[in-house]
């Protein structure tokens, strides 16, 4: 599998983790869980762009 790929569906997976965790936060009102799922959301999102400048650039 291809680097940009690979950066591509863990970005995809980090996001989804991170929004059940953030559901999750909300539900039982854990501020610092919520606030995890938030982060790895945002750290998804930054690592599916980095797959898609990869997969752009020809790495």
Do not use: R, W
Not at 8 to 15: L, S, T
Not at 29 to 58: C, M, P, R, T, V
């Amino acid at each position: 599998m291809k680097s940009s790929t690979k950066d591509n569906a863990k970005g995809k997976m980090h996001q989804a983790k991170g929004k059940l965790k953030e559901t999750v936060g909300k539900i039982i009102n854990n501020g610092k869980l919520e606030a995890e799922g938030i982060a790895e959301k945002i750290g998804g999102k930054a690592q599916e762009k980095i797959g898609q400048i990869k997969k752009f650039s020809g790495n």
